[in-house]
């Protein structure tokens, strides 16, 4: 049993959908396609389940994204692997007439479906009520007033279902046919095969105008919708037309009898606080607060909690060391992975409040007022507003963000917002960031205690990879003639209080993903590491080791422990791989070590710290004690310091603007369906950040 969860955008379908399925849900891609696809599985008695499958957010079944073709495609093609045996449609009741257009042609693709007057409460305040009763006579279908938000109305929906498909009685109803075929389309059908179903004619006719656009459809399906659209020299843009007025034409009456309409108070609540938080100047300064206001939280609020997580795995890898035997398989496990969970559990906290703060941003409804203040300065630089979903959407990953930019219906800005979001610092970035950064900046508050210096500098790293991705986007406007722009069509949400229900499924699932995707890399990597950091070829390393003793006899037993075991590290396998391409980053003030962390951290940006503290033995990854480690470290030839403040702000560069991962520019080819971008994104992007890293090195060194 499969449900669809259908409606516009900003109805609040994904209220609903965790209302309805909980934490038994999943996020995946539909099949053959790189759009999120969310589903989740609902309980309806008898032992029996039905499958929720949330679709992409649509208007009309005429679609203007990507996105939206995929809904539409799911739900004409019965041998879409996810074509639903029912329809849950949400409409958000403060604009219902808008919002059932599209109900309409769902009831006449016959789909049995119930009808969701979501957020009622909301109008309910402005004054406006609802007569069910009208409207489920009208539509043949049962209508719930709902609160995705709170749940109210949401038990008896699922009671619903449950009698309708999870019991023997009554089944399933039929809703009316809203509106059968227009006239006007008849030479179409008379060429199409022949039906007597309204709801088959009318899906005919949405296949036949949308036949280039169906992966779904059989190829001989295909040639014969083209024929006969051929034949009849139907204009299917006229049919539209057509079809939407008259469709209006019919609802109007029906909501003239079932929604009472009382007096409005003058002025909306929202657009109230519009004026203030869309101001051009007042709203830009409110929206860079709020961005300060995150950064500060990732170096404030979640110390605590890092440095608690690092005090456990500390103390798990002493304790470790002190009851294990002497050999290799205990130090795999203190010293390889154990330190490569807590590298990836230490950052939970940071990554928690980034996108606790996001979340809360859309939730609240003014993501959609910081697209809006952002789509002039956008269109400056050859995109716009939208394109600022996709680069805010980068802070968090570079991979979700540039599948966002699917809402972009200008292809050139759409290519450009694609090319320039890597730019974004996310969040594989952050841990990178925050070890530099408590290396080369002092911890110390300003402003009487009310900032933080570290939390300036992330801020003003976030501010930077913002301005070079704006810069990146002036160049692709000007080397591609720019073209003709794009207007911003965007529905402004009502303010509301944050559904913590959504935040903390959100935040759940996000950190989830960094867990076990992002985990099982730097868990693997940081054991590889320590093998290839723990054995050389031969005897070299222990002869490095009895070097040193010789070498230097009159130092410590602490600091000749230590040097023992740096040049050891030299001549393990890691080290050579290292010492292979220190030639060319040694003008970047980088050397080996840095070298090793460099190639890993390709895979996965936050690899570089577990790399580091594997190399350092530095345990579980704590701040403090790996930036200690790196300031100890001294060149073996000179005795200088290897990390001296050039060093870290030279590497803070190249991880600003180098390529983030394979995975993006994995998704980059998959999104453009070519190597061509990917591969100039790549070449771009580091020649970026070796020529920055050159320059700040050499000037400050």
């Not at 934490?23 to 999120?36: A, H, I, L, S």
């Not at 009831?107 to 004054?127: I, R, Y």
């Not at 990390?643 to 453009?672: D, G, K, N, P, W």
Request: with cysteine; aromatic share 8%.
């Amino acid at each position: 049993m499969r449900i669809a969860l259908v409606g516009n955008p900003n109805a609040g379908k994904s209220s609903v959908f965790n209302r309805l399925t909980g934490m038994q849900q999943k996020v995946g891609n539909f099949p053959g396609v790189t759009v999120d696809r969310k589903s989740g599985s609902m309980a309806l008695g008898d032992g029996t389940t039905a499958q929720i499958v949330d679709l992409p957010g649509l208007y009309s079944v005429y679609p203007h994204t990507p996105d939206q073709a995929v809904a539409l495609d799911v739900l004409l093609a019965p041998a879409h692997p996810d074509y639903p045996d029912a329809v849950v449609y949400v409409a958000d009741a403060q604009d219902l007439e808008r919002h059932l257009l599209l109900f309409t042609q769902i009831l006449d693709l016959g789909f049995p479906a119930w009808l969701c007057l979501n957020q009622a409460d909301l109008a309910g305040k402005e004054g406006t009520n609802f007569k069910l009763n009208v409207l489920e006579k009208a539509f043949g279908v049962p209508v719930f007033q709902t609160n995705g938000r709170s749940g109210e109305g949401l038990p008896a929906l699922k009671q619903s279902l449950r009698s309708a498909f999870g019991e023997a009685e009554p089944g399933p109803h039929a809703p009316k046919a809203f509106r059968p075929p227009a006239q006007e389309a008849a030479a179409l059908l008379s060429r199409l095969p022949r039906t007597d179903s309204p709801d088959a004619a009318y899906r005919l006719l949405l296949q036949a105008r949308h036949r280039k656009r169906l992966p779904k459809l059989l190829e001989e399906q295909r040639l014969v919708l083209d024929r006969a659209v051929q034949d009849s020299g139907l204009d299917p843009l006229d049919l539209q037309v057509q079809e939407t007025m008259a469709r209006y034409d019919k609802l109007g009456p029906i909501l003239a009898r079932a929604v009472q309409q009382r007096g409005r108070e003058a002025r909306n609540r929202s657009t109230q606080f519009d004026r203030i938080m869309t101001h051009p100047v007042i709203g830009t300064g409110i929206f860079f607060l709020v961005l300060l206001l995150i950064f500060q939280a990732l170096f404030a609020w979640a110390a605590i909690p890092m440095d608690a997580i690092d005090g456990v795995f500390a103390r798990l890898r002493e304790g470790l060391h002190a009851v294990l035997p002497q050999g290799w398989a205990s130090n795999l496990l203190a010293d390889g992975l154990v330190p490569g969970i807590g590298g990836v559990l230490i950052f939970i906290p940071q990554i928690t409040l980034l996108f606790l703060l996001i979340g809360l941003m859309e939730e609240t409804g003014y993501m959609a007022r910081a697209v809006y203040l952002s789509d002039n300065l956008m269109r400056r630089f050859g995109l716009n507003g939208r394109s600022f979903v996709s680069l805010i959407s980068g802070v968090a990953c570079a991979v979700p963000a540039i599948m966002s930019a699917r809402s972009i219906h200008n292809t050139r800005e759409r290519l450009a917002t694609i090319f320039v979001t890597p730019f974004m610092p996310c969040s594989a970035r952050l841990p990178v960031y925050v070890v530099l950064i408590a290396f080369a900046v002092p911890e110390r508050s300003v402003l009487g205690g009310l900032l933080n210096l570290q939390g300036l500098m992330l801020f003003g790293l976030y501010m930077l990879g913002t301005m070079v991705a704006l810069a990146s986007a002036w160049l692709v406007k000007r080397f591609t003639g720019g073209g003709n722009g794009s207007f911003l069509l965007l529905e402004l949400p009502d303010y509301r209080m944050p559904d913590w229900r959504n935040v903390g499924l959100t935040v759940w699932e996000k950190v989830r993903v960094f867990v076990v995707d992002a985990g099982k890399i730097i868990v693997v990597i940081s054991m590889v590491l320590w093998a290839l950091s723990s054995y050389g070829p031969g005897t070299a390393m222990a002869d490095a080791r009895a070097e040193v003793v010789l070498e230097h006899p009159e130092w410590s037993a602490e600091t000749l422990a230590y040097q023992q075991e740096a040049r050891a590290l030299r001549e393990s396998w890691a080290g050579r791989m290292g010492r292979a391409i220190e030639p060319a980053i040694a003008p970047l003030g980088f050397d080996w070590k840095i070298g090793i962390a460099l190639i890993t951290s390709f895979a996965a940006r936050e690899v570089f710290v577990g790399t580091m503290a594997t190399i350092y033995g530095a345990g579980s990854e704590d701040v403090s004690r790996l930036s200690e480690a790196m300031a100890r470290d001294s060149h073996p030839e000179t005795g200088q310091p290897v990390y001296t403040t050039a060093t870290a702000v030279s590497l803070l560069l190249f991880y600003a603007f180098a390529m983030q991962c394979m995975s993006t520019l994995a998704i980059v080819r998959r999104e453009t369906g070519s190597w061509r971008i990917p591969m100039v994104q790549l070449v771009y992007m580091t020649g970026l950040a070796y020529l920055s890293s050159l320059m700040a090195y050499q000037l400050m060194a």
